[in-house]
Nanobody, 125 residues
Framework: QVQLVESGGGLVQAGASLRLSCAAS????????MAWFHQAPGKEREFVAA????????YYADSVKGRFTISRDNAKNPVYLQMNSLKPEDTAVYYC??????????????????WGQGTQVTVSS
């Protein structure tokens, strides 16, 4: 397993942008598919975006498609989630996850065995 640490959350107004980062420990980062999930108060953890081990394949939840972009740099380690045109309904704790799954379409939460502690994103109207 890898250890993951998220950063970049905060409080912003609707329409603003944020970029979340996820740093992973270890030298085997490129062997893991990576994903972002979020969890709002009182709700289940939901899929947001995923990227394959090579970075070639990405997949997004319909609610964020066209607004969020997931990317990775296997040489430098971090995974990023660029969030544009934020909406109040994007408010949640955002978690980075890693898994040894060879595919991310469709994303299966149980395929991701390593999780970060989460970073809070709050979007005010």
């Amino acid at each position: 397993q890898v250890q993951l640490v998220e950063s970049g959350g905060g409080l912003v107004q609707a329409g603003a942008s944020l970029r979340l980062s996820c740093a992973a420990s270890g030298r085997t980062f490129s062997r893991y598919a990576m994903a972002w999930f979020h969890q709002a108060p009182g709700k289940e953890r939901e899929f947001v975006a995923a990227i394959s081990r090579s970075g070639v394949t990405t997949y997004y939840a319909d609610s964020v498609k066209g607004r969020f972009t997931i990317s990775r740099d296997n040489a430098k380690n971090p995974v990023y989630l660029q969030m544009n045109s934020l909406k109040p309904e994007d408010t949640a704790v955002y978690y980075c996850a890693a898994g040894r799954t060879p595919k991310v379409i469709p994303p299966v939460i149980n395929d991701f065995g390593s999780w970060g502690q989460g970073t809070q994103v709050t979007v005010s109207s």
